[in-house]
């Protein structure tokens, strides 16, 4: 029985490591709490030529990720441009927040990722 909940005890620790770690993200690095914005590269054709950055709009589209088993929301460039009312995409950020606190057999994880498109 000792070895069967040292086994359990082993694969749970395991586990919330791979929630902490998040290695499908290349830019979520942060063990504990994340929150940081990087850039994206949406096409060819995204107008790179920005006369005043201070008028542009912004759009937001938002998916939500509670304990790594159920991500909602829709996050794409397109839903962040039609939130945002952009025809003319400048340029896109993507932005992370994440909260992880392991606490024995139960570990707490939500995640927020945020497309922001910029644009007229």
């Not at 830019?27 to 995204?46: C, E, H, L, M, R």
């Not at 441009?81 to 707490?108: Q, S, W």
């Amino acid at each position: 029985m000792k070895k069967f909940l040292l086994i359990l005890a082993l694969a749970t620790i395991s586990v919330q490591f791979a929630f902490a770690s998040d290695v499908s993200s290349y830019f979520d690095q942060g063990g504990i709490y994340t929150g940081s914005s990087f850039p994206v590269d949406v096409a060819k054709n995204v107008e790179r030529n920005v006369p005043n950055f201070e008028n542009l709009k912004c759009g937001e589209a938002t998916t939500n990720n509670i304990l790594g088993l159920v991500e909602t929301g829709d996050r794409g460039v397109q839903a962040a441009a039609r939130n945002g009312g952009i025809t003319k995409i400048h340029y896109v950020d993507t932005k992370i927040n994440k909260v992880y606190i392991p606490l024995g057999f139960i570990p707490i994880y939500v995640k927020q990722t945020k497309t922001l498109v910029y644009g007229e």
